[in-house]
């Protein structure tokens, strides 16, 4: 069954129109709707192009500004660096898989820590962190695989494995998780 995708219309005066309960919302309310794992797209008023990529980084730049920043200048200038870079088709998918990663990890902590019975917080802490390290590697050698391969011709290897005890379902939202 697929999920009506929610539309909000950005207005030139920059007021963001959520067409689903008709009225005015604010980008911290855009923000909520990530939370909580809903579908939308953000599109123009008048020329209907879709600027939900562009809304989705403002959002970031506010957070950024905001408290503890999540990415550090050396970060973003080498992010920076990627766009032009013949690799930077690669960088894309890449960071997405290394979130992917990073969330089912964030997933299986939980669930280890919720039914932790007769293990310190630090052993099991110390083997989640061998498990992280070890699909670190993994996601990055076949990356490299594949970037070598695209460069000689063949054909790369599939997507990066999971490794063991990872979930191969998409990760959802953190804070649904946490609730």
Known sequence: MAQNVRVIKKYPNRRLYDTEISSYITLEEVRQLVLDGEIFEVRDAKTNEDLTRSVLLQIIAEHEQQGSPMFSVPLLTQIIRFYGDALQGLMGPYLERSMQVFLEQQQQFRKQLTSMVGQTPWALFNELTA????????????????????????PGPGPAPTGAGASATTARSPHKAAR
């Open 131 to 154: 498990r992280n390290m070890e699909l670190w590697q993994n996601l990055q050698r076949s990356m490299v695989d594949g970037t070598a391969a695209r460069g000689s011709g063949k």
